[in-house]
């Protein structure tokens, strides 16, 4: 049986219909041109995929380590065992596509996207959202908050601001185009810009992102101010250059230096040596697995609740089941790589971003510190701060309710 559900009414507005087997590099379009999308495993990838996850062969464990050196071992276990004998694969797949979603060729990618028109109405302004995700996450991160972003009169909000919602997956990750070398987060701002104006037709939109959707965001508003209106973080990856003046930010550079002292192994290697990675990763879904959800369990918010509570497996298997069945992990490393090369974590010198922006901090996230606001502002035009009381680094997931209620305040505070 192939797994392939519909897009839904939502879906009318697309040119054509694609519906390729996950994974499939063939070009989807003419430049410009809209073709719909739909998720398709077929039963052939399926049972390899199961017949490697079967037959996968553990590494000795270290008694008693849990998650220090790794990935738990008896966790490990117990997820590899309900992914073969209880993972509904065909609900996964119908949930992703409960969104309208197309693919359309930019330059010389195809990029996938998710779109979704919110309502209209008197008392409505209809904002273009270019939502951004990032590493190990993807498109999937959103599902949570798209309704009540896109349709907020159907969760009691009967005024303020409904979001057309643009979603798409970057470059490499997901069923988007892989480039034939890395890329980063400058130049994917570049595509998005052309995704928005070119393709999709906007003058103007606003856009927002974490993890290295940050740093997609942040270039926008550098490279793009004329038609970026606003721009909304919960990271900070394209960061001013600037000493520490004050004891809060002396703090904040000695705390981001020995987080990457303790955590950064996984950056450097994929910044540095990514085809290295791809020759243990490759064709080893479980290897995969391990890798891109311990980044879910060190950066989620555990504080008042375990990890199982803060993801289930089902939503991590779906996520890393984007990676798999688009033999997306390889290219998805590359952003690394590329984004190194591009320099996208340095603001150039004499830059500031003049776009309106808003950041919220998370207070679980504990990829990296939050930056004092006092270094937002020696970069952005700083018109909105939150301190979000729970939630980690994947906060449209993690918190849902909070990340809706935090746009909705950017949007009210910026009077967008």
Not at 240 to 265: C, H, I, M, N
Not at 371 to 387: C, M, T
Request: charged share 20%.
């Amino acid at each position: 049986m192939v797994l392939k559900a519909g897009l839904g009414a939502a879906a009318a507005t697309a040119v054509g219909a694609l519906t390729p087997a996950f994974g499939s590099t063939t070009p989807s379009a003419r430049p410009g041109e809209l073709r719909e999308y739909e998720v398709v495993w077929s039963d052939q990838r399926l049972e390899a995929l199961l017949r490697k996850i079967k037959t996968f062969t553990f590494p000795r464990a270290i008694p008693g380590s849990g998650w220090k050196y790794g990935m738990d071992p008896d966790y490990l276990r117990a997820l590899i065992d309900y992914w073969a004998t209880g993972f509904d694969m065909e609900g996964a797949a119908r949930d992703l596509n409960r969104y309208p979603q197309y693919m359309a060729r930019v330059e010389d990618l195809d990029i996938q996207f998710v779109r979704v028109i919110g309502e209209s109405g008197p008392n409505k302004a209809k904002l273009p959202l270019l939502s951004t995700h990032g590493w190990p996450g993807s498109t999937f991160e959103f599902w949570k908050v798209i309704e009540p972003l896109a349709f907020p009169s159907r969760f009691g909000v009967k005024s303020g601001v409904a979001f057309d919602l643009i979603i798409p997956s970057l470059p490499g990750h997901g069923a988007s185009g892989k480039p034939s070398r890395p890329i980063g987060a400058r130049t994917t701002a570049r595509l998005w810009n052309k995704l928005m104006r070119d393709v999709l037709g906007y003058e103007t939109y606003y856009a927002q992102g974490g993890d290295w959707g940050a740093g997609v965001t942040g270039w926008l508003a550098i490279d793009f101010p004329e038609v970026v209106k606003a721009i909304h973080l919960n990271l900070m990856i394209v960061a001013p250059q600037v000493p520490a003046e004050t004891a809060a930010e002396k703090k904040f550079y000695a705390e981001s230096e020995r987080d990457e002292k303790l955590w950064g192994a996984y950056y450097q290697l994929q910044a540095t040596e990514p085809q290295s990675l791809a020759y243990a990763m490759t064709d080893n879904p479980v290897a995969q697995a391990e890798w891109l959800i311990q980044r879910f369990y060190q950066w989620s918010d555990k504080r008042v609740c375990s990890f199982d509570q803060v993801f289930s497996m089902d939503q991590l298997l779906t996520s890393v089941m984007i990676y798999v069945m688009n033999d997306a992990f390889q290219t998805s490393t590359w952003f690394y790589a590329g984004s190194e090369e591009e320099h996208v974590k340095q603001m150039p010198e004499g830059t500031r971003v003049t776009v309106p922006t808003g950041f919220a901090s998370y207070s679980g996230d504990s990829r990296s510190p939050t930056p004092p606001r006092s270094i937002v502002e020696k970069g952005y035009n700083l018109q909105y701060w939150a301190d979000v009381a729970h939630g980690g680094h994947f906060a449209a997931m993690e918190a849902p309710e909070l990340y809706v209620q935090d746009m909705r305040r950017w949007a009210a505070a910026l009077k967008l």
